[in-house]
């Protein structure tokens, strides 16, 4: 081998083993904020968290201690509500996009439910306000309800679709062959073979609309006392972080990062059992 | 795909339309003798029905917000977009401070966020061992799933002290003979906005590009390494092959970065001025909704922030809608290849 040659040989070696370090950095600078937000949370949270912030009220402006029980239960409202209105449509569309979605029609339905989960949250915080807070002439928790609905009507179908698409083509095949009606197929056989697929998907665009904030600044507005009812302003969970984090009180500051807490540790547990549920479908096959 | 287990996932790389249908030759085999059923019918026009409820709801968004902006669009015309005076008290409306300030943002986050997310995805496609690529890249994922009002909470009471401190202070002694590192070190603006953005949009491009990389032929990496080619020139190879879906990563990203809100509205200082000073406080199309949306007091006023809203719809459904295209036609392309 030449000098050159072998210069040139060490060269091309050099930038190899430079790039690949390069690539393993960025990776290590991508997950550390992963592990600075999350510790941080962690440790601001779990410090921050006692039973008053599950069971009592918020207390009025300057008083420490009180708790966010209206918030969580807003937000269980609310997402009981997105639920409702938004999975029957997110499973159905699902379903058809599975069994008979082999079309034009079904492939515009997909691009378009692929784009629409694109489409800022704020946006569809917008949306609901002109579709339901202006006909009512004040602000509800149904208008919060319907805005999480539109959030997760792309993300439910899509999910669907692509765990029925992960039921083993036997199964099918062997429900027709006894001579059940395809519908029947679908819903006897098909459905109930995907449903931990299907539910966990469900719980996971759950929890992300439990996350949302901007949706709900304007549409469910946020209410400091105790408040059930769908026509009327609620509370939530994100709205009192958004709150409490601009507050200049500490104690507001602290009960901030309780919330988030809470928020993050729920978002982590259902992500971590997604991953779970779907690797072991996938290993299937 | 050579290696199982590495196929696309189907929920990222999508808009296929090439999916079997296990049913078509089925009832073709079966021919007439398959009766009309009237269940069937029933169970497959019902679903249909949701499915076009879907496609509805894309259209009716638009129309709505449409119909909610008619009185500024009306009045101020296309001027809307290239006027800075914002006045609710004299019933003034331009949108350009926050268009300009979402552009700068998003800039901004792009910037970082484009090397590190390639960076990440090359890593995880082509380097990473195959034990070490699925926790690392679910912890990737996982950046994408927390909420933006927890990384709102941790700009506040982490990065913008940080950056007043210790950043702001340094580049302004090192680089402040740039016009984009000068004034007042508040924490608070542009620079925390953006910083908190690329966060927040790298792990879309990262998983998004990783996936683009793999649908890359295996053939083609065995081809460069048995020409005598190192790991990295296999993987330039492999970069170009598909830097029309890595194009696609960053739109995605990029549309992220134009809608999100409320992390934005925390960090970026809230005021409706154009400086070029990455140190000032800025304003976002996206924060301004979230801010002035509820005390909206006259009907121009909340026209304005529909026709905003409008703007940023229409925005991130071209970016998704051309990035999607862009990313299925690659999937495609090699499928077939």
Known sequence: MNGTGWWRFRWRKAKNLGMSTFAAACLLLSVAPLVLIFSYTLIQGISSLN????????????????????????????????????????????????????????????????????????????????????????FSAL??????????????TRTTEEMIRLVPHSYREAGLALGIPQWKTTVRIILPAALKGITT??????????????????????NRFWSTAVDQPIASLTVFIYDYAKAPFEDWNRQAWAAGFVLISLILVISVIFRVVTRSRYAEH | MARPGVTPDPLTVTGDGT?????????????????????????????????????????????????????????????????????PVLDEYGALPFIVGTLVSSMLALAIAVP?????????????????????????????????????????????????????PWLGSNLGFLPFFQGPAYGFGMLAAGLILSVMVLPIIASI???????????????????????????????????SGILGAILLGLGRAVGETMAVTMVIGNRADISASLFSPGYTMASVIANEFAEATTDLYTSALIEIAFLLFVITIILNAVARLIVWSMARKFKTA
């Not at chain 1, 912030?53 to 269980?76: S, W």
């Not at chain 1, 992300?208 to 946020?222: D, I, Q, S, V």
């Not at chain 2, 083609?220 to 190879?237: D, P, S, Y």
């Open chain 2, 116 to 168: 590190l997310g390639l960076g990440v995805a090359i890593f995880l496609a082509e380097l990473a061992p195959r034990w070490l690529e699925q926790p690392l890249s679910f912890l990737v994922e996982l950046l994408a799933a927390i909420p933006s009002i927890v990384y709102g909470l941790w700009g506040i009471f982490v990065l913008v002290p940080w950056l007043r401190l210790h950043i702001q």
């Open chain 1, 201 to 222: 998907g469900v719980l996971l665009a759950i929890a992300r609309a439990a996350g949302e904030t901007a949706p709900l600044l304007f549409t469910a507005l946020g």
């Open chain 2, 19 to 87: 999916v079997r249908d296990p049913i078509a030759g089925l009832s073709r085999a079966a021919g007439p003798a398959r009766k009309w059923n009237a269940g069937d019918f029933i169970f497959k026009h019902l679903t249909l029905l949701f499915a076009l409820g879907v496609l509805l709801l894309v259209f009716l968004m638009g129309f709505e917000m449409y119909r909610g902006s008619a009185l500024t669009i009306e009045k101020f015309g296309w001027d809307f977009l290239v006027t800075s005076t914002w006045d």
């Open chain 1, 143 to 156: 208008a919060g309800g319907v805005a999480l609905a539109i959030l997760m009507v792309p993300t439910v």
């Open chain 2, 209 to 243: 590009s990783r996936d683009v990389l793999r649908t890359v032929p295996t053939l083609q990496r065995e081809a460069a390494l048995a020409l005598g080619a190192t790991r990295w020139e296999t993987t330039k190879i492999v970069l170009t092959a598909a830097r």
């Open chain 1, 51 to 138: 039973l008053a912030f599950f069971v009592q009220m918020p207390k009025p402006v300057g008083e420490t201690g009180g708790g966010m029980a209206n918030a969580l239960a807003g937000t269980g409202i609310l997402i009981g509500l997105g639920a409702l209105f938004g999975l029957p449509v997110g499973i159905m569309g699902g379903i058809y996009l599975a069994e008979y979605g082999n079309n034009p029609f079904g492939a515009s339905v997909r691009f378009l439910a692929d784009v629409m989960s694109g489409v800022p949250s704020i946006v569809v915080g917008v949306v609901a306000y002109v579709l339901v807070v202006l006909p009512m002439n004040h």
